[in-house]
């Protein structure tokens, strides 16, 4: 099946049938890979055990994760333009294949940490692919319903790994998070020979190297230093942490002024021309950290703050990811038959009032009311993520589906990054601090028994949450200007 053929037209059953089996093999693939992301969650607390490191420490393996997918994402609309879809498919998920073996056999928290790197090489390249797949196989009036499985696995993929987490480390060592992804990794290769078709254009566009160098930089030098600023020793006076940020921002500037000034862009930021795919750009950017933020420190909180064991605090974080794997595809058909505006604005108004009851949690809340609070949650991500993207990319060209899809994901997992970075910085700021005002000494390590570590947890956690809600009242505000996108003609 050409290019073309499969994006003109209304789909008839023919159509569909030869789409699905692509659709499936993309959604399997892609759900695993992604899972990883927040799969480690829950099992922080025994790996920090284990390995003996901090919070600062452990919560790279999430960080490094999405920021990997967040560099080489910008690469992947080069590497569209060079592969075909099925080459550069089979490859991401071999990749993440790999990496998932490392992973299970690593003896120390580098080699972990290594393989962490090696698996979102793989979902790095994946998740592009699926996107503009995707976006050439489906015309714009059913494309809703056919993101709405993609935001199945956005979304229900992250919100359940913790929960998958708790049940498999309640009898099973932390390795077999990765020894049991594998056999369904592998599938997920087999799946994708066999029915995985080219459906994009291999155009070998011209490979700029410096784009490269910079964009790398950029979004390292950016979610790195803000990382640094939940060390015990670090903060805004520290070089270290201004430094990269201002190397970061120098470094991505300068990227977009290449592009803009290219006359073959990596990444055509000409996208942003698009009012409606701007929006949505800062909407998911603002979501997905407020995403990616409470499903690590919701686990962290249960575990150590109000002493669940790994299974409980899984539990809890199931009817969310239950419920948010729901609505996804729900969300897509909605959108198709009334538009954005009436999923994304309403949806904004409840994270702001969930982000606001998430600032007072504390040791005596209650399990069932943060299932509410995470249920509720779930309901409002899946009404602003997959509406407002599908609404931008809407509104740009087929030639520009590439660009708008690596940027999208890149500033997803980019802003995931660094939203785990500063909500964790807040909260280990916000615990020293209350430390300090209880006349602990910062410098001297609190150990997990000691009466003060919870409540200051605690009320680190809460900190956290506060600067969440700031964000959730921005993302209501640009909810305010959202418009059903014009297609364009070519």
């Known amino acids: 099946m050409n290019s ?31 899972l990883n992301e927040t799969l480690l969650n829950v099992a922080y607390v025994r790996l920090m055990e284990d390995f003996q490191v901090a919070y600062t420490t452990v919560q790279w393996l999430s960080t490094s994760y999405m920021l990997v ?8 609309a080069l590497l569209i333009g060079w592969l075909t879809t099925r ?11 790999l990496g998932t073996l490392v992973c299970a056999l690593s003896p120390d928290f580098s080699i972990l940490l290594g393989g962490r790197v090696i698996q979102a090489l793989g979902t790095g390249l994946m998740l592009p692919v699926m996107m503009n797949t995707i976006l050439v196989l489906y015309p714009p009036e059913n494309r809703g319903a056919a993101m709405g499985s993609i935001g199945l696995v956005i979304m229900f993929a992250p919100a359940i790994g913790p929960t998958l987490s708790g049940l498999i480390l309640e009898s099973l060592d932390w390795r077999w998070l990765f020894w049991l992804v594998l056999p369904f990794a592998a599938l997920s290769i087999l799946i994708a020979w066999i029915y995985m078709r080219n459906v994009t254009d291999v155009t070998k566009p011209r490979i700029d190297v410096l ?30 942490v201004y430094l ?64 669940m064991t790994a299974f409980a605090a899984g539990l809890v974080l199931l009817p969310g990811g239950i419920l948010n ?38 040791l005596e809340t209650s399990k069932s009311m943060i299932i509410l609070l995470h249920c ?30 690596a940027i999208n994901n890149t500033l997803q997992q980019v802003s995931g990054a660094l939203g785990i970075a500063i909500f964790f910085g807040i909260m280990t700021s916000g615990q020293n601090r209350f430390l300090e005002e209880a006349g602990h000494s910062a410098g001297t390590p609190l150990d997990v028994t000691n009466p003060l570590f919870a409540p200051s ?34």
């Open 376 to 405: 509720l949650m779930s309901i409002s991500l899946s009404m602003i993520i997959m509406p407002a993207q599908t609404n931008g990319l809407n509104g740009l060209s087929r030639s520009h589906y590439p660009h708008g899809t």
């Open 457 to 490: 947890l605690s009320a680190g956690v809460s900190e956290s949450f506060k600067f969440g809600l700031i964000f959730a009242v921005i993302a209501l505000v640009v909810a305010l200007f959202i418009r059903k996108s014009e297609v364009p003609k070519s």
């Open 211 to 240: 784009s490269i160098l910079l964009s790398t930089v950029a979004f390292g030098g950016i979610v790195y230093g803000f990382s640094t600023l939940g060390k015990p020793d670090k903060g805004w006076e520290s070089p270290e």
């Open 87 to 97: 080459q550069m498919f089979i490859g991401a998920l071999s990749l993440f294949t």
């Open 244 to 307: 990269t940020v201002i190397s970061g921002i120098v470094c991505l500037l300068l990227f977009v002024l290449v592009q803009l000034r290219s006359k073959e862009p990596m990444l055509d930021f000409r996208v942003f021309r698009t009012p409606m795919f701007s929006l949505a750009t800062i909407l998911i950017i603002i979501v997905m950290m407020s995403l990616f933020s409470t499903l690590l420190l919701l686990p962290i909180l249960m575990q150590q703050g109000m002493l």
């Open 325 to 362: 794997g729901f609505l996804s595809p729900v969300t897509g058909k909605l959108f198709d038959k009334f538009g954005p505006r009436a999923l994304v604005i309403p949806g904004a108004a409840l994270l702001v009032l969930v982000m606001w009851l998430f600032t007072r949690i504390d």
């Open 69 to 76: 997918v967040g560099i080489l994402v910008p690469v992947s």
């Open 4 to 34: 073309t053929s499969a994006a003109a037209g209304s789909p008839n059953a023919t159509e569909n049938l030869k789409r699905l089996p692509i659709l499936i093999a993309l959604v399997i693939g892609a759900f695993f890979s992604i």
